[in-house]
């Protein structure tokens, strides 16, 4: 397998946000690896929510195939009053104290499930818990999509896009707050596992070009590395302007398609190309060595 190249701009074969069944996903880890292969990916991260509950699974099938998995998850945190997502990419393994800390975040996710199911009957879906489960299709905490599939499933909303749009995207009725761990927090637990913190989709969270600002400020204060510069399909002029914000901090720059189920417009290794001088690839960072190759 060939090592990774030191320029985002040139990086091709690699996948660093993706999801499987241990979170929102569509895919079992299993079948996300083969999927990745299948597409040419080499090198991926599994980065399920709150959760490496997927990550042996997963790693038998990389094995099997040649495919260079990197442990991870994206860890749900608070700034100021909003959720944001870190993503936390850990070379060594998830350490008992990371551990520790996302049965925490499992705990609090079954809080908000059950807050949005509670929410959602006031709106006509009955049995949401039920129904959101049998759409999870499994006992891992319950996340919005599922909710969104129940919705979907009971013909409340004619798609999840609708469903998000009118009952469980921001400041919507389904929008439930659950209480993450501060941004310094999550941070000290990927530091303490021998990871790196990477700022999940800084173009996604609505800011001003300020407050991004102050955002990527306070993460790299806090002791973040990276920030997703491509996470997905974004506009090019945008994520010029970001990987201006990254170098001005001296952040590395990651990129992955956030991938959640097929038959969407993003798939595994699907995403927009990096600009022209972007910032230094977050596999350059000494801890990822051994993944970079």
């Not at 009053?81 to 800390?101: C, D, F, I, K, Q």
Request: hydrophobic fraction near 45%; aromatic fraction near 4%; glycine fraction near 10%.
């Amino acid at each position: 397998m060939m090592p990774l190249p030191d320029t985002l701009e040139s990086a091709a074969g690699l996948d660093l946000h993706m999801h499987s069944t241990a979170s929102d996903g569509a895919l079992s880890p299993r079948a996300l690896v083969a999927l990745c292969h299948a597409r040419g990916v080499t090198h991926m991260a599994l980065t399920d929510h709150d959760t490496v509950a997927g990550l042996a699974e997963a790693s038998v099938e990389a094995q099997r195939l040649g495919v260079r998995l990197l442990p991870a998850t994206e860890l749900s945190v608070q700034w100021q009053g909003m959720t944001l997502h870190v993503v936390a990419l850990l070379p060594e393994g998830a350490s008992t104290a990371m551990r520790e800390a996302l049965a925490a975040q499992a705990r609090a996710r079954i809080a908000r499930g059950e807050e949005i199911a509670r929410r959602l009957e006031q709106i006509g879906l009955d049995d949401a818990l039920s129904r959101a489960r049998a759409q999870a299709d499994s006992e891992r905490p319950l996340g919005r999509p599922d909710f969104a599939r129940a919705l979907v499933e009971a013909k409340l909303v004619p798609d999840m896009a609708t469903a998000f749009k009118k009952h469980l995207g921001a400041g919507k009725r389904g929008d439930v707050k659950a209480h993450w761990p501060y941004l310094s927090t999550a941070l000290g637990w990927i530091h303490e596992s021998g990871g790196v913190a990477v700022l999940a989709h800084p173009l996604r969270y609505g800011l001003t070009r300020r407050k991004r600002g102050l955002l990527l400020d306070a993460f790299a204060t806090a002791g973040g590395e990276s920030a997703e510069l491509i996470s997905g399909f974004q506009n090019p002029d945008m994520t010029r302007d970001l990987a201006r914000q990254l170098q001005e901090r001296g952040l590395h720059g990651s990129l992955g398609s956030d991938f959640h189920f097929p038959g969407g417009h993003l798939a595994p290794g699907s995403m927009s190309p990096a600009p022209r001088g972007a910032p230094s690839p977050v596999w350059c960072h000494p801890a990822l060595a051994a993944f970079a190759g």
